[in-house]
């Protein structure tokens, strides 16, 4: 399948067209984008599913969303889309990238870290979101702290971060390397790393109690090392007392819903 989005910056419109499957003209479109623009449209542009997924309202309903670290607002655009009465807000801390976002949704520019205050009304919110930016802050429990009063008392926190323990990333550690990327677990704008203990503990320290939490594979993700590799790692583990589970190193990322203590 292939869907088109409309990119709207001062008086120039594009039509860009990206392929599920990478196809090269798809991939040359996205390299002179980021070249004229400064970043990567697709990137900013990805509907975050498996965030969605623990939104349990009935469509009809009129949900309030706020997403921090919103991108061009994809992610809004489908929840706005299955719960056509919601009103839908992000913070976005990429100034072109908010402004796409901004044709068509309330988001604005903004680092949650600096901002004193939102722009919101206290006790409004029924979701906030934080696909994936939490280690992108450096102080992400401030952040976190800071959007409570925002939350209504049922409000549930939606929080996805990505698993420092998997195994793609402690394979090479055991062999002296680390090795930063554009993106995925050691993406080189990471400030923190977490683990599904370490998340766990930010969270309840910044006051929320967790009700849930997930896993998505690297496997499942296309991620991960060849079974050799792992047996050999699973089998070193087993001999060192009190390591985590090895499910802790399958997980590539973890989805965490919790809500504010009371």
């Known amino acids: 399948d292939v869907f088109s989005l409309q990119i709207l910056i001062g008086r120039s419109l594009f039509l860009l067209f990206i392929s599920v499957n990478r196809h090269l003209s798809s991939l040359f479109c996205l390299k002179v984008f980021k070249e004229k623009w400064g970043f990567d449209i697709d990137y900013y542009s990805k509907s975050r599913n498996e965030i969605i997924q623990f939104i349990k309202d009935d469509e009809d309903k009129p949900i309030h969303v706020l997403e921090i670290g919103c991108g061009c607002g994809a992610t809004l655009a489908k929840i706005k889309y299955l ?3 919601a009103e839908v807000k ?6 072109a990238v908010a402004d796409i976002g901004a044709n068509n949704f309330d988001i604005i520019q903004g680092n949650i870290e600096e901002m004193d205050a939102l722009p919101y009304r206290d006790d409004y919110f029924d979701y906030v979101i934080f696909a994936d930016v939490l280690e992108h802050l450096r102080e992400p429990q401030k952040a976190l702290e800071k959007i409570r009063r925002y939350m209504k008392n049922d ?3 939606i929080v996805s971060v990505p698993n420092f323990m998997n195994i793609t990333v402690m394979l090479p550690l055991l062999r002296g390397n680390l090795e930063y990327a554009d993106e995925g ?3 080189k704008t990471h400030f923190k790393m977490f683990t599904m203990k370490s ?3 930010m969270l309840t320290q910044a006051g929320y109690s967790v009700e849930y939490r997930g896993a998505v594979s690297g496997k499942a993700l296309g991620i991960d090392v060849s079974d050799e590799e792992k047996n050999q790692f699973i089998n070193a583990l087993q001999c060192i007392s009190g390591s985590a589970d090895i499910e802790q190193f399958d997980a590539y990322q973890y989805i965490f819903k919790a809500r504010v203590m009371k």
Do not use: R, S
């Not at 992000?90 to 100034?95: A, N």
């Open 155 to 157: 409000a549930e926190l």
């Open 90 to 95: 992000g913070i976005e801390l990429i100034g």
């Open 185 to 187: 677990i050691l993406d």
């Open 83 to 85: 719960w056509p009465h």
């Open 199 to 201: 998340c766990i503990e």
